[in-house]
């Protein structure tokens, strides 16, 4: 069964790369496939691992006995999930927006606090603290640190727009975009790499996990 | 020559890099790996914990980016087993993850004699992410109240003396999205949780930000940092195996996008 299995992967396999030649029915079917299945296989586990322990025991432990009737206070969240179906009817759309002034106050007040704290003060002092501890600090270190600064400064300014981008202004952009630029190029190289791995893995099962029973 | 250049086939760079990915795994062979200091961090605090301690590892990864996360988690786990270290597992990004931290925490386990429910455990996944890390660093019974197979948690014998994020010394969260944000919003500032990521190659440059102040301990960075832990450990696996052959890749995109660029500039000059 185990190498049934094995085939059908190195088929798939097979076909889905099959498209780097040119579009293919084999591709098609390949990829037809894989969406088909990704959707069942995340909807059957979201009613597994979701609907049934969250909505579903317990309303029928407490329609049964087993709990207390609070498993019924578990009615609020579901109905209120179901008014998002209310878009579906012009009559009824307005419904929604209960659900949703829920989610947004609810993650708003949970968030913002925190990510204020993480990303815009934590942010701050890891880019000015090395000036409280600057003469403690290596040369390649200090460095490091006006890079740092200077680099802020001029991406920010690139994206101030409330002034015309002309003379200083327009150069200390400049510097800025040439800091976005490396930016971009080492997200770059680091998604090839990403997806070089996937190609090296999909080979190795090819030529090891595939091959390798045959021969 | 280099209209020709700038106007080639695409068929035949796909493959050269097949050629080129195809060709070093047919050879046993080993490129130096220096360690960067990101893995090192990690490592050397996951070396400082004491027999005894816990570690749980978030597994937000699906299967389109397992091959450069499970390397990592593998490294991870191996090192813990060795050193005593109890590993709690859960997801809470990708619900399809669950069987995947399974496969890889058997793996290591077998490998290393660990026991399931006192070296390790799998809690498995729950919905609404904030929330379940919020909910954890109170008590993680309340969200997990028993394991991805349905065993209480107040049965399992490594819970007893778990109660919230206070018992837990590290949270690695191997990542392919945005859950390490949740994490270092909700986890570290709230709750000051040391936090530390593996993450894949196209979100690993989002990280350095937060490593740099601090609030991440440590960072893998793709199949690289899966193989610098490998180095580490010494226990060569996956990620050494791929970063090997990775980089010959590697060097054929910087030799091609050299060539593209000479190319583009030549004859852009002599359209002047």
């Known amino acids: 069964m185990a190498t049934l299995g094995i085939w059908i992967a190195a088929f798939l396999t097979i076909c889905i790369y099959s498209f780097l030649y040119r579009d293919n029915p084999f591709y098609r079917f390949a990829e037809h496939l894989l969406v088909g299945m990704s959707v069942g296989y995340i909807i059957v586990l979201t009613i597994y691992f979701g609907f049934i322990p969250y909505a579903w025991t317990p309303i029928k432990n407490a329609v049964t006995g087993e709990t207390s009737a609070l498993g019924f206070l578990t009615l609020i969240p579901i109905c209120m999930g179901l008014l998002f179906f209310a878009r579906l009817s012009d009559r009824h759309a307005w419904l929604i927006r209960y659900p949703i002034a829920i989610l947004m106050g609810i993650s708003s007040g949970i968030m913002i606090p925190n990510a204020l704290q993480t990303d815009i003060f934590a942010q701050i002092r890891g880019t000015l603290g090395p000036y409280s501890v600057i003469g403690t600090l290596s040369a390649f270190e200090i460095v490091g640190a006006i890079l740092m600064v200077v680099g802020v400064v001029c991406t920010l300014t690139y994206f101030f727009f409330s002034v015309e981008h002309r003379g200083p202004i327009a150069g200390i952009s400049k510097v800025g975009i040439a800091f976005l630029m490396i930016g971009f190029g080492s997200a770059f190289g680091n998604t090839v790499m990403g997806r070089v791995a996937l190609l090296i893995q999909r080979v190795d099962f090819l030529i090891n996990g595939w091959l390798g029973t045959i021969f | ?272």
């Open chain 2, 1 to 272: 020559m280099f209209e020709k250049l700038m106007n080639i086939d695409r068929r035949i760079i796909f493959i050269l890099v097949a050629l080129v990915v195809i060709i070093p795994m047919l050879f046993t062979f080993s490129i130096p790996l220096n360690v960067s200091e990101p893995t090192q961090k990690l490592y050397d605090y996951i070396e400082g914990l004491p027999a005894g301690a816990t570690i749980m590892i978030s597994f937000d990864y699906g299967p389109s980016s397992f091959p450069e996360t499970e390397p990592m988690a593998a490294a991870v786990m191996k090192h813990c087993f060795d050193k005593g270290i109890q590993v709690i597992g859960i997801t809470l990004e990708y619900i399809d993850a669950v069987p995947l931290a399974d496969r890889v925490m058997q793996q290591v386990a077998e490998e290393k004699d660990a026991v399931y429910g006192e070296d390790y455990v799998l809690l498995g996944y729950r919905p609404g992410e904030s929330f379940v890390i919020l909910g954890m660093g109170a008590e993680i019974a309340s969200v997990f109240d028993s394991d991805f197979s349905e065993t209480p948690i107040g049965e399992i014998p490594m819970m007893q003396n778990i109660t919230n994020y206070d018992q837990v010394s590290l949270l690695l969260n191997l990542a392919a999205g945005s859950s390490v944000e949740g994490w270092i919003t909700y986890g570290h500032t709230k709750f000051n949780l040391k936090i530390a990521a593996g993450v894949t190659g196209v979100i690993v440059s989002q990280m350095y930000p937060y490593l740099q102040t601090g609030q991440l301990v440590g960072l893998l960075a793709g199949f690289r940092g899966a193989g610098e832990y490998e180095k580490l450990i010494n226990a060569p696996g996956e990620g050494t195996k791929g970063i090997n052959t990775a980089s010959f890749v590697h060097l054929l995109i910087i030799g091609l996008v050299v060539i593209g660029n000479i190319a583009f500039f030549v004859q852009r000059r002599r359209e002047e």
